[in-house]
C-alpha cells in the first residue's frame, strides 16, 4: 500500500470516527450558509451588547441591543399567539433607514421612521438577521449576527 493509500485510508476512517463520536449538528451547515450569505466588508457587523428577557403578560420578551462604531440596533422580540412573533426596533442614531428581517423563508422590509423606530409583525420564529440599509441606493450599513427568535 503506498503512502499516499494509507493516508487516504486513514482519514476516511477518522472522519468515520468522527462522525459517529462527534457528528456535526443538524442544520449546521445550513446555518452557517445562511449568515454568510450577507458578509462584506463593505459595511459594519454589528455586535450583540446585551440581552434581556422577562416574562410579561401574555407571553415573553426578549431585548437585544446590538453595537457598531456606527450605529446601535435595539430590538425586543415579543411572542405573539398565533405562535410567531413581533419585532420592535430602534436605531440610534436615529434615522428613516430601510430595514430587512432574512429568514431562511424569505426577507420582510420594513422603513424606520425619523426617529429610528421599526416594527415586523408576524415574524416565523427561527433563524433571522437584521439588515439596516441607506433609503438612497440601498446600500447595506449593518447587520446583525444571526439569531433565533
Known sequence: MGSDLRDEFVVEELGQLYSRVDPVPPGLVERITFAL?????????????????????????????????SLTVM???????????RVDGWLAPPDAHLVEL????????????A?????????????VQIVVRATEGNEPLALT?????
Open 102 to 113: 432574512r429568514s431562511p423563508q424569505g426577507v420582510s422590509t420594513t422603513l424606520a421612521d
Open 37 to 69: 450569505e450577507l458578509w462584506s466588508e463593505d459595511f459594519a457587523v454589528l455586535r450583540p451588547r446585551e440581552e434581556l428577557a422577562a416574562g410579561v403578560r401574555g407571553g415573553e420578551t426578549r431585548t437585544i441591543t446590538f453595537d457598531s462604531a
Open 115 to 127: 426617529a429610528g423606530r421599526f416594527v415586523l409583525d408576524e415574524v416565523p420564529r427561527g433563524l
Open 75 to 85: 430590538i425586543d422580540i415579543s411572542e405573539r399567539q398565533d405562535g410567531t412573533v
Open 145 to 149: 449576527p444571526s439569531i433565533v427568535v
